[in-house]
């Protein structure tokens, strides 16, 4: 006769979907070096978007790109073996130089060749040509969700994400700066182009949201892009599967049933 044995099973943890936001830090605006060399805005960095399945116990890196300073594109952002493409720099800098690619495009500077930046299809859109002719402006910078304006050269307006529980925009493009009427930063953290008569550079993109800086212009001396706002990276997980191990300092707060983990800077979070 055997003796009746009890035993016991630990059910192991199972996948589950996540919702995540990856913004790529923003391009820094072109510099204005010359008189009639205005810099193009900086193109917002590239945004994605979606759902997502974790791995228990999966150690996930997450990346938070720098904004560029002025005239560079920024950095990738990256998580979940996504990339996020920084935003391009934005062009004008004296000899010419064009608006560079990206998650979205830097818009083109007002000195020939004034060609703007392509934006990466599924993340932003391409910046504007600059305006070779009076009042020699700028391109705008191509935002996640438009493309940069051209001759007007504001930045192109970013995209909304309400993943925080709140709807915030993101990844807007800078605006050019000019002679007059200097374009004015895109919806979601893009700077301002500034005037050729100012003394000071263009504004810089708002830090965390992917925003491109806006374009400098010149008064006979060299007059600074803005730095592109640096980016960042937000899960949203069911609230019943959040393990709470992260590295980097991230802000956790709860949005309905879900948890929120916002990335400024970089980290991980292990399912």
Do not use: C, E, H, W
């Not at 044995?5 to 010359?34: D, E, Q, W």
């Not at 374009?183 to 263009?202: D, P, Q, R």
């Amino acid at each position: 006769m055997f003796a009746a044995r009890n035993f016991y099973f630990s059910a192991s943890k199972s996948p589950y979907s996540i919702s995540y936001l990856i913004v790529a830090g923003g391009g820094g605006g072109g510099s204005g070096a010359t008189s009639a060399n205005n810099g193009g805005g900086g193109g917002g960095g590239g945004y994605l978007s979606s759902t997502s399945t974790l791995i228990p116990s999966t150690v996930y890196t997450i990346t938070v790109g720098a904004g560029g300073a002025a005239t560079t594109s920024g950095t990738d952002s990256s998580a979940l073996s996504l990339t996020s493409i920084g935003g391009g720099g934005g062009g004008g800098l004296s000899p010419a130089i064009v608006g560079k690619n990206g998650g979205s495009g830097g818009g083109g500077g007002p000195a020939a060749p004034t060609t703007a930046g392509t934006g990466t299809s599924g993340q932003g859109n391409n910046g504007g040509a600059g305006n070779p002719n009076s009042p020699f402006q700028g391109g705008g910078g191509g935002g996640a969700g438009a493309a940069g304006g051209s001759p007007n050269g504001n930045g192109g307006d970013g995209t909304a994400s309400s993943i925080t529980g709140s709807s915030v925009t993101y990844a807007g493009g800078g605006g050019g700066g000019a002679d007059a009427n200097a374009g004015t930063g895109g919806a979601g953290g893009g700077g301002a182009g500034v005037l050729y008569t100012s003394a000071t550079g263009g504004v810089a993109g708002t830090a965390n949201t992917g925003g491109g800086g806006g374009g400098g212009a010149s008064q006979g001396a060299s007059i600074p892009g803005g730095s592109g706002g640096s980016g960042i990276v937000i899960l949203s997980v069911p609230t019943s599967n959040y393990t709470g191990t992260t590295t980097g300092s991230p802000t956790v707060t709860t949005s309905g049933s879900n948890t929120i983990i916002k990335f400024t800077s970089s980290g991980s979070y292990t399912a």
